[in-house]
């Protein structure tokens, strides 16, 4: 379980907290949340997407359970820094779709005093680390990997199986393109769908 860090005045430093997992296994309910609670504590917030992902609104980060929170879609992680100036608490959603220099501007901010959360999905539909994600991981001083349920075992599942015979690495989607599944249905599923191929 995560327990937020209390604000030390004597120290100017801040800190990257981390929440990853699979598809539908609740990262941006949780990325919300926290923010929702700092917001409630007076703290300034500013929230920020990808202008790519369009998926439930493009000025809202929406979670699949409809929970929302007004955001700032920006085309680079670059953009950042300059609409945070000012924030004490600094969330971005979808980490997965920036660039490498997500990490930089994630470590900027957290060494100039803000508290920076970060949710994204830590392996593509392939299983493999995803983008920037690694690197967010291992600087942050707090990683929470949450999972979804399995939609073929009732595990708990931590892949996300891309169900279309899409072969792009970004295919933005829901239910219809993605499953959560276990490690074994992972396995089972691909070994189906490569003997198709």
């Known amino acids: 379980m995560f327990l937020e860090n209390t604000v ?5 430093f801040g800190w990257i907290e981390v929440i990853c997992g699979s598809m539908f296994s ?30 439930y609104d493009d000025q809202l980060v929406t979670s699949h359970d409809q929970n929302q929170i007004p955001s700032t879609p920006v085309p680079a992680a670059a953009n950042i820094p300059i609409l945070a100036d000012g924030c004490d608490v600094v969330g971005i959603d979808e980490a997965q779709f920036f660039d490498e220099e997500i990490v930089k501007v994630c470590n900027d901010l957290a060494n100039s005093g803000v508290r920076v959360i970060v949710a994204g999905l830590d392996m593509d539909y392939k299983g493999n680390p995803f983008g920037p994600m690694p690197a967010l991981m291992a600087t942050a001083e707090y990683v929470t990997k949450v999972h979804a349920i399995c939609t073929r075992t009732g595990h708990l599942a931590n892949y996300s199986f891309r169900t279309s015979d899409e072969d792009r690495l970004l295919v933005l989607g829901e239910r219809e393109n993605y ?8 396995f089972q599923a691909n070994q189906k769908k490569n003997k198709k191929t």
């Not at 030390?8 to 100017?12: A, F, L, V, W």
């Open 179 to 186: 499953q959560p599944l276990s490690r074994a249905a992972f």
């Open 8 to 12: 030390n005045t004597n120290e100017q």
């Open 26 to 55: 609740g990262k941006t309910e949780e990325l919300i949340r926290r923010l929702k609670r700092a917001q409630f504590a007076k703290q300034k917030i500013e929230i920020f997407k990808p202008a790519i992902d369009l998926r």
